[in-house]
């Protein structure tokens, strides 16, 4: 069975930071394919300013590496904008994406 997720930018930068997580078991899960992300470009940028702060030392291949292997098995979802709020207004595009994959399931 394949699932179809978002994938929070914590997850992700949980799981390089300790494979053996559930966050490392997710990203373990995306790479194996059972797991497909779902993106747009905004996703991508956010994940590639976090993964190159310095605090986390990860290189600029790791970061491409794990970044390319994400996007060859995501899908790309752009979603129109919600009139919503969060309580973290910067993962409004996360809950976007989500909606609009909700709506193509439903088709």
């Known amino acids: 069975m394949k699932y179809y997720t978002v994938i929070d930018t914590n997850v992700l930068v949980s799981a390089m930071l300790k494979c053996n997580s559930i966050s490392g078991n997710v990203m373990e899960l995306t790479f194996d394919g059972s797991i497909i992300p779902i993106l747009n470009e905004q996703i991508v940028k956010e994940y590639r ?15 491409r590496d794990v970044l390319d292997n994400i ?12 009139d919503i709020e969060l ?6 595009v996360f809950y ?4 609009e994959e909700r709506k193509t399931e439903k088709a």
């Not at 309580?87 to 409004?92: E, T």
């Open 49 to 63: 300013e976090v993964l190159a702060r310095p605090k986390f030392h990860f290189t600029k291949e790791i970061i």
């Open 71 to 82: 996007q060859s098995r995501g899908i790309y979802m752009d979603a129109e904008r919600l």
């Open 87 to 92: 309580p973290a207004p910067k993962d409004r």
């Open 96 to 99: 976007e994406v989500v909606m």
